[in-house]
């Protein structure tokens, strides 16, 4: 690289560029997202298989490794120029696709553009895709459009054209000026004007000065300075340039998180290129301006990202917050006691857009009091999640549901988390605020550095107040006990609260302890740490109450408030819980039904959300106690007990409730039924008026399975193994076949058919459908899914097996037990006959007649069945005082006829 | 690392011109231990004994700083670093049972290292790509979406891989 030695070395080197065409908007050029999150779907290996293949087919275009591109979730991206595709989820294996079809066909991939449903029309551009559409770019300008580890890139799209302007033809003095009059204020917390800040600095007395950007990012699911970092280094590195002009620094110092080495890869490679051309070292760009700028790397702390205790990190002491004044602006403050200018990583990163193209062009975004844009890292229960920068002013609402796409399957919105762990949870009426620094300030809550955590009715805001809170906990330095012991102490009344032991008071108490912490400690963590329980308890008062008094979680997220089970009557037992649940805690009985084993369950949901048939239900926990009438001391329910619940008293022994899982164990194993519950069955989610209860099913007879009991129980009453065999089938089809398995269902009506035929002996009837049965039974007992259908094929196998004799006697037309009525008649038994006629009263079917003969007196009338007409019904039967109505099978008929 | 011939000049950069000697030992101390532990994967004693004569800090103020800082480990380090997350989007994903799998494969429990040094199984908070949930890293790798059995067997390989 040929090292610049004037400001028009660097202004010919562009002109240059741009007759060379590098970066020029009508070449073939396709632009691969490299980011983090793009890299872990395989991005780097998309990139050679491209090279690889772009080389073979003789097509020219350029491949460019760009930084994130926002839409981090849809990875990897690619976009392709010079028609403006966008691509997303693109795999290594596309490749060829994307170069025959778009480099050569200018037509695009069609299953690689985004759509928001199948039916919709795919976007084909960046700007159709509505993620992108009310996105204004200042700070992430470049990134996703230029290699990062390629200066010359960064200089063909305009980069180091501020720095030139300033050098050329501003004083520091109207550099300042420029900064202070588009109002910039810090993007990494509090919002403090970067142009006061970056006079006082000026101002203070000292021969040296530094510069530090702060790439510290902890918070947890924050990531837009790393992505400046990655895919833009160079922009920072301009701002911390404008900066030490401005302020007359000689020296800048990048304090970058050890989490991030992509970051400090890139960073490192500009620097070491930046230095090479001459616009970092000594006398830059020939005009007498010396900087440099070096990277030093965190230590995986998050107090070090409160500039005080960055400064202690810088200096190689323990991370810890130092009191101000001094301000690190002021002589003493900074490191070493150099007076420093702290700014965040996008702060910087504007500020070459404000030089170049003025202040005026900076306040016409955004609002009064904010100009610009804000970059937001859009996480949580957003559709589309990812990088956004909006202009200030913008609502809620816009980004949420505009960007965002709404919430997660159309749930319903609960609340906004900004600011990270020091911000405040923004509840559903400020939706259509306009956000900048102040007015989220009002309502309690901090713009922060960023993030942005959208909850939805899911979430438990107490849950998720407790989830920052001991974030910040374990953060805390340490330095002063307010912080230290203070938020300790929120978190365990937060974990009682949650865990359903929280007491009156309790709410009053973490006021209390929060302003507390927020004014008596040191730096910021510790100010701020109590906010989301203080912003969430204004807003969300009655969850908390909820909590303490009703112990009920309306989100069902908090464990120890209300249970899960499964309805064994709804459930088919597709397993999917069991893969889900990351606890195992779903087993399966001796009996083969599922149930939830509560010892281990640990309310994650994974099983409520998996389950395609609603089989998992959410109800109030029961309270278990033993009554002291009824114990004789046996101790196996101690024995029994996993998390040892049941305590001995001198009077006797008493369940702990606070330590008993409710899981039902200790109810079985007692003889003497002394353990007994109360108030079961309360419905929180899915609403359903049965009650079940596993574990405590056998004793209770609650009907779980009931169904095949009964079929069991009507079976019992037939004496032909046939008839048995037809009525269990009939009222399996009935009852409790679901009908989603094919073994069972299609089985079940084709066994039904079949037994219908030996039972009436239909024409051709015969032996295969004994084997037919056979067939069927042992295709339902290997393949049904559940178990009532395992059962049925098995009680079909079992019969069949014991009574095969008695079927093909059925084939012969006799049924021993005559109960199948076509192969039985009904006949009058002369000698038993009293001629009273009931029979012939009674029956329906006028099958009984009276043959009066003529040679014979009347009481000699003869009364006789018409086995046509007779049906079989039984009535006559029924009513015959003498009993004189006979079953006989029709085989037997036959040949009593001989005789 | 020969701590030694380890020049402050060099290490703390052109910031170098602003301080003294002393300024200089302190500022490159966090450095020096990143870059030790780099390359050995953990602080070992006898190299803090060294550091401390090098840069003229007792013993315990280097522990004291060292012990502050997170990523700072004083019992050696497997090859392979493994990590699994067990940030909420994670766990509620099944992140434990693939950390009780790779226990289980690999006969050691979170935060230990297996006896031959080969790998060290410890857990995160959240690596930033909840998106590819369940999410483990080897060696600053990060694998995604271990949700099917198939998956973990190919996570496995890939550690077991030289
Ligand atoms: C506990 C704590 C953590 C912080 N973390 C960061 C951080 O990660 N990144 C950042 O830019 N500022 C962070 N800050 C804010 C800085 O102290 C400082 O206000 C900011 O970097 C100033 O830059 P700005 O004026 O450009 O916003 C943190 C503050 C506190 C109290
Ligand atoms: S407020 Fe907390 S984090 Fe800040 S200095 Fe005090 S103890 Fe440390
Ligand atoms: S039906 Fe529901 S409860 Fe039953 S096994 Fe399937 S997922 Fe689990
Ligand atoms: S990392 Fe590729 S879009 Fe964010
Ligand atoms: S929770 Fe695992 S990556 Fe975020």
Redesign the pocket.
């Known amino acids: 690289m040929q090292k610049l030695n004037s400001l028009d070395d660097l202004k010919s080197l562009r002109e240059k560029l741009l007759k060379e065409g590098v970066l020029a908007p009508n070449k073939k050029r396709i632009r691969v997202c490299c980011g983090t999150a793009c890299r872990a779907n395989n991005s780097l290996k998309l990139v050679d298989k491209l090279k690889k293949d772009v080389q073979t087919s003789g097509v020219e275009a350029e491949i460019i490794t760009t930084g994130c591109q926002g839409l981090c979730q849809l990875g990897p991206v690619v976009t392709i120029q010079p028609q403006g595709y966008f691509y997303h989820k693109v795999k290594p294996e596309r490749s060829e696709d994307i170069i025959s079809f778009t480099l050569k066909g200018e037509r695009p991939v069609w299953d690689l553009l985004f759509r928001r449903s199948l039916g919709e029309k795919p976007a084909y551009f960046i700007k159709d895709i509505p993620f992108y559409r009310k996105q204004l770019r200042i700070a992430l300008r470049n990134n996703g459009r230029i290699d990062p580890e390629n200066i010359i890139h960064y200089i063909a799209i305009g980069g180091y054209k501020a720095i030139e302007k300033a050098l050329a033809s501003m004083t520091p003095q109207q550099v300042l000026d420029e900064v202070k009059r588009a109002n910039l204020r810090?993007?990494?917390?509090?919002?403090?004007p970067?142009g006061i800040?970056w006079e006082h600095t000026k101002n203070s007395f000292s021969a040296e000065k530094i510069v530090i950007a702060?790439?510290?990012?902890?918070?947890p699911g924050a990531f837009m300075?790393r992505s400046i970092m990655e895919g833009d280094p160079h922009s920072l590195l301009e701002g911390m340039m404008l900066c030490a002009y401005a302020i007359g620094a000689h020296h800048g110092i990048i304090y970058v998180r050890h989490e991030y080495p992509l970051a400090v890869k890139h960073l490192s490679t500009a620097i070491k290129q930046a230095e090479e051309i001459g616009l970092l070292g000594e006398n830059i760009l020939g005009t007498g301006f010396n900087f440099t700028i070096q990277i030093r790397e965190g230590a995986g702390a998050?107090?070090c990202?409160?500039?005080t205790a960055?400064v202690s990190s810088i200096e190689g002491e323990r991370g810890f917050p130092r009191p101000r004044p001094p301000r690190l602006s002021e002589k003493g403050g900074g490191p070493w006691g150099y007076p420093a200018n702290?700014?965040?990583?996008e702060?910087y990163a504007c500020v070459p857009a404000i030089i170049e193209k003025g202040a005026t062009w900076f306040l016409k975004t955004g609002t009064a009091n904010s100009p610009g844009t804000k970059v937001f890292a859009l996480t949580g229960k957003v559709k589309n999640t990812g990088l956004v920068e909006v202009p200030m002013g913008i609502t809620l609402r816009e980004i949420i549901y505009d960007i965002g796409g709404g919430i997660i399957g159309d749930k319903k919105f609960k609340a906004v988390q900004t600011g990270g762990p020091?911000g405040g949870c923004i509840p559903e009426k400020y939706l259509d605020l306009p956000i900048d620094f102040d007015s989220l300030t009002k309502i309690g809550s901090i713009m922060g550095?960023g993030g942005m955590v959208v909850l939805d009715e899911d979430n438990c805001i107490v849950d998720v107040a407790k989830f920052f809170l001991s974030f910040c906990q374990s953060e805390s330095c340490g330095k002063c006990y307010p912080c230290r012991v203070g938020t300790f102490q929120m978190l365990q009344i937060l974990e009682k609260i949650t865990s359903g032991n929280g007491e009156e008071g309790d709410i009053e108490r973490l006021e209390e302890l929060g302003n507390y912490i927020k004014s008596s400690s040191l730096?910021?963590?510790g100010?701020?740490a109590p906010n989301p329980v203080l912003t969430t308890i204004k807003y969300f008062r009655e969850e908390y109450e909820e909590h303490i008094k009703n112990k009920y979680c309306r989100a069902f997220v908090c464990q120890g408030l209300g249970q899960l089970h499964l309805n064994t009557d709804i459930c088919y037992q597709c397993k999917r819980c069991m893969d889900a649940c990351p606890f195992e805690a779903i087993k399966e009985s001796a009996d083969g039904f599922f149930y939830i084993d509560q010892v281990l369950c640990q309310r994650c949901k994974a099983c409520f959300n998996v389950c395609p048939l609603g089989a998992i239900e959410i109800k109030e926990q029961p309270i278990l106690y033993i009554d002291k009438e009824l114990c004789y001391f046996c101790r196996s329910c101690i024995n029994v007990c996993r998390v040892d619940a049941i305590k001995e008293t001198s009077t006797g022994f008493i369940i702990d409730s606070n330590i008993c899982k409710k899981c039902g164990d200790c109810f079985n194993v007692c003889q003497m039924g002394a353990i007994k519950y109360e108030k079961i069955g309360k419905f929180l989610k899915i609403a359903s008026s049965e009650i079940s209860y596993e574990g405590l099913k056998e004793k209770e007879q609650i009907p779980v399975d009931i169904p095949l009991d009964e079929i069991f129980h009507d079976v019992e009453k037939k004496a032909c193994p046939v008839q048995k065999s037809l009525t269990f089938i009939e009222e399996f089809i009935e009852g409790p076949m679901c009908g989603r398995c094919y073994p069972c269902s299609f089985g079940t009506e084709e066994a039904k058919l079949r037994l219908l035929r030996i039972t009436q002996k239909l024409e051709g009837a015969g032996e295969e459908d004994i084997n037919a049965l056979k067939t069927i039974a042992s295709n339902m007992i290997e393949a049904s899914f559940c178990k009532k259908g395992r059962d049925t094929g098995r009680f079909l196998s079992e019969i069949l097996s014991s009574s095969e004799e008695e079927f093909r006697l059925h084939l012969s037309g006799i049924c021993s037990n005559r109960e199948c009525i076509t192969s039985i008649s009904y006949l009058i038994n002369p000698d038993l006959c009293i001629r009273c006629g009931e029979c012939l009263k009674k029956c329906k079917f006028e099958a009984i007649m009276a043959k009066a003969s003529e040679s014979k007196p009347a009481e000699y009338t003869y009364f006789e069945i018409k086995q046509k007409v007779c049906t079989r019904c039984g009535e006559c039967i029924k009513y015959c005082p003498t009993g004189a109505i006979e079953i006989i099978s029709k085989v037997k008929e036959e040949m009593f006829a001989k005789t | 690392m020969d701590i030694e011939a380890v020049s402050e000049n060099s290490q703390i950069g052109s910031i170098g011109s602003l301080l003294n000697s002393k300024q200089k030992k302190r500022g490159i101390l966090i450095h020096l231990l990143q870059q030790i532990q780099e390359e050995n994967g953990y602080i070992p004693e006898e190299i803090v004994k060294k550091l401390s004569s090098k840069l003229s800090l007792s013993m315990s103020e280097i522990f004291s700083v060292a012990s502050f800082y997170k990523m700072f480990r004083f019992t050696p380090r497997g090859k392979k670093l493994v990590k699994v997350c067990l940030g909420t989007a994670c766990y509620v994903r099944g992140s434990k049972k693939v950390l009780n799998t790779l226990e289980n494969e690999f006969q050691i429990k979170s935060g230990e290292t297996s006896s031959d040094l080969s790998i060290t199984l410890e857990t995160v908070g959240c690596v930033g790509c909840c998106g590819l949930a369940p999410v483990t890293t080897v060696n600053d790798e990060v694998v995604g979406d271990i949700t099917s059995s198939g998956k973990i067997e190919g996570l496995i390989k890939f550690i077991r891989k030289n």
């Open positions: 810090g993007r990494g917390g509090a919002g403090f970067a800040k702060n790439g510290d990012e902890g918070d300075d998050f107090v990202g409160e500039a960055l702290l700014n965040n990583i702060t020091s550095s730096c910021g963590l100010k701020s």
